[in-house]
């Protein structure tokens, strides 16, 4: 029936009904906290009597020397806490020739391709080849691909056309035109 469980008592601590439901989903759960469940294809369920990923946590995961994810991971939002660095690595290892975003736990500093980001945002690509940074947009698009800001205050666009406006005077040095300017 639905009353079938086993009980272990710690006295004075807490209760642990082992349960399995009408789902074949067996149910670990303490007087004190959320359930714990594995159900039967095999899922683990923390805070959830029905996971539906092989781990499936409801509320926050905590660890004290990081985490992996590997293999098609997914992320969909929420927070990510550490107080220290945190880097994101690619690949088969945790060494430099992996690392692709290294964030700074103290200045909040973002560097792509390297880990002392001087500004908010730091891109560096040391090599003799490539796009740094690179834009590029649909054929119906209309608007900046690029926009420069000063509190809030445009200083320096490039819209879809290619055509560049400043917020103050634009000055050019050791630049050398090869097409007329209009």
């Known amino acids: 029936g639905s009353n079938n469980k086993l009980r272990l008592t710690y006295p004075a601590i807490v209760d642990w009904d082992f349960t399995v439901n009408s789902g074949g989903t067996l149910l670990f759960t303490p007087s004190l906290a959320k359930n714990i469940s594995f159900n039967t294809t095999g899922n683990v369920g923390i805070g959830t009597s029905a996971p539906i990923t092989p781990l499936d946590v409801i509320g926050y995961i905590r660890t004290n020397s990081g985490f992996t994810i590997s293999n098609g991971a997914r992320w969909s939002g929420g927070k990510f ?89 634009l000055t050019f040095s050791g630049l050398a035109v090869n097409s007329l300017i209009s």
């Open 81 to 169: 806490y550490n107080p220290g660095n945190i880097e994101f690595h690619v690949g088969g290892s945790n060494d430099s020739a992996d690392l692709r975003m290294y964030i700074d736990g103290t200045s909040g500093n973002v560097g792509i391709g390297t880990t002392t980001p001087y500004a908010r945002l730091s891109v560096e690509h040391l090599s003799t080849s490539g796009t740094v940074i690179g834009t590029d947009a649909l054929t119906e698009f209309t608007g900046n691909l690029l926009d420069l800001k000063v509190a809030s205050t445009s200083k320096f666009t490039v819209n879809q056309d290619g055509d560049i406006t400043t917020g103050g005077s």
